[in-house]
């Protein structure tokens, strides 16, 4: 059985994702990463004292893109890599979106809906959206006439990148300005798989 350790609401959530549409039986231990992250019997787990960790059938891993990726190349089928230059897109757009993308948008995001409104800074969240630009503006060149970013279908690539962003709204970011983004992001967070649409639904069992 796979054991995926962590909580929607954390970085865990785009494993659950990737574990849902990929459509095999996990199971989800709800780990906060506020005090259980930090006990001896989970830092065995991950001595970084973080979730989300996957145990795969005794195969331990931490770090949520890292985990996504493996769960790709070992059940995704088409979600996963057909050959090595698909391997090397899917790892190059899933390291873009944490070193390009999630810094601004955490700024935003915790200024504008995270932290307590006493703490809220209106500059520091407008500095984090204007870091948003360039790699926007990357990302609706490149899906400018095609609908995913890997070949002609959804992959772990559009699952990782998507995951991402799923934080925009609340972070108050338009994603108008960017029309080919947000085609993309509405097809991809429109998935039955989705967290959104999970939502939606109400819970399921895994």
Not at 6 to 16: E, Q, T
Not at 90 to 114: C, D
Not at 133 to 153: C, E, F, I, K, M
Not at 166 to 189: E, T
Request: with cysteine; net charge neutral; proline share 9%.
């Amino acid at each position: 059985m796979i054991r995926l350790y962590g909580i929607p609401l954390s970085r865990a959530g785009r494993c659950l994702w990737m574990l849902e549409e990929i459509g095999v039986p996990y199971e989800n231990v709800p780990t906060s990463f506020v005090g259980e992250a930090q006990s001896p019997a989970f830092r065995r787990l991950n001595p970084n004292g973080r979730v989300p960790v996957l145990d795969d059938e005794g195969t331990i891993v931490w770090e949520s893109m890292a985990i996504n990726l493996h769960l790709a190349e070992r059940y995704g089928r088409d979600l996963g890599p057909r050959d090595a230059a698909e391997r090397a897109h899917m790892t190059q757009w899933s390291f873009w979106a944490m070193t390009e993308v999630e810094p601004g948008l955490i700024e935003a995001f915790l200024h504008r809906a995270m932290l307590p409104a006493a703490q809220r800074n209106p500059e520091l969240a407008a500095a984090g959206e204007a870091k948003l630009a360039r790699p926007l503006g990357v990302l609706d060149q490149v899906l400018a006439g095609r609908t995913w970013l890997v070949d002609d279908r959804f992959t772990v690539a559009d699952l990782n990148v998507a995951s991402v962003l799923l934080i925009a709204p609340a972070a108050q970011i338009d994603l108008g300005p960017h029309p080919n983004v947000q085609r993309w992001f509405a097809a991809c967070v429109g998935r039955p798989a989705s967290p959104p649409s999970r939502v939606r639904r109400g819970p399921a069992n895994p």
